[in-house]
T-cell receptor, first 116, second 117 residues
Framework: AQKVTQAQTEISVVEKEDVTLDCVYE???????LFWYKQPPSGELVFLIRRNSFDEQNEISGRYSWNFQKSTSSFNFTITASQVVDSAVYFC?????????????FGKGTKLTVNP | GAVVSQHPSWVICKSGTSVKIECRSLDFQATTMFWYRQFPKQSLMLMAT?????????EQGVEKDKFLINHASLTLSTLTVTSAHPEDSSFYIC?????????????FGNGTRLTVT
């Protein structure tokens, strides 16, 4: 069965620090997708990135970057020069295609607090 | 684009009453919508997959008769919590995928916070 582990429950940093959120996944599928979502205090889920299992290139989007390592089944997320507005809960998710349902399996989330 | 609207944003109801939550895709059609539940400081747990024109598929442990799902059109799915009890108090959030896409990002509604007194 699919599983996503986010070992860091809470992280607190000071503004401008870099921070990395860890995500480790388990799957038997050869083709799968990984996602990161941000959930600010208001509750909505904001899509950040999707990566398919065949694309191991790291990706950078502004202050955000993602490191996908298939060998270690990890998909880590780094925020460079963190800002207070980055404070949120971040979820890593894995697609579950069993039965063709295309549903997502979420990790437990990492609460990031960026202090001024 | 790809906006999902969820209504209401919050609701307080008395124990024993039923509550209906709507999930609408505003600018796209969604054959499939997903209903998640989130307890405080916890992850999102999939409750059911809502399929337009057919019965919903429920996850193990989710009571079908308690959480009624109807997906009558390509833009609307509803979740009705029947005979609500305090333990049903939670944050319910729906998501939808643009029709015809596979493993594309799910678009989430803003969620509904249900409090049962």
């Amino acid at each position: 069965a699919q599983k996503v582990t986010q070992a860091q429950t809470e992280i607190s940093v000071v503004e401008k620090e870099d921070v990395t959120l860890d995500c480790v996944y388990e799957t038997r599928d050869t083709t799968y997708y990984l996602f990161w979502y941000k959930q600010p205090p208001s509750g909505e889920l904001v899509f950040l990135i999707r990566r398919n299992s065949f694309d191991e290139q790291n990706e950078i989007s502004g202050r955000y970057s993602w490191n996908f390592q298939k060998s270690t089944s990890s998909f880590n997320f780094t925020i460079t020069a963190s800002q207070v507005v980055d404070s949120a809960v971040y979820f890593c998710a894995l697609s579950d295609t069993q039965g063709g349902s295309e549903k997502l399996v979420f990790g437990k989330g990492t609460k990031l607090t960026v202090n001024p | 684009g790809a906006v999902v609207s969820q209504h209401p944003s919050w609701v307080i109801c008395k124990s024993g009453t039923s509550v209906k939550i709507e999930c609408r895709s505003l600018d796209f059609q969604a054959t499939t919508m997903f209903w998640y539940r989130q307890f405080p400081k916890q992850s999102l747990m999939l409750m059911a997959t809502s399929n337009e024109g057919s019965k919903a598929t429920y996850e193990q442990g989710v009571e079908k008769d308690k959480f009624l799902i109807n997906h009558a059109s390509l833009t609307l799915s509803t979740l009705t919590v029947t005979s609500a009890h305090p333990e049903d108090s939670s944050f319910y959030i729906c998501s939808a995928r643009i029709q015809g896409t596979y493993n594309s990002p799910l678009h989430f509604g803003n969620g509904t916070r249900l409090t049962v007194t």
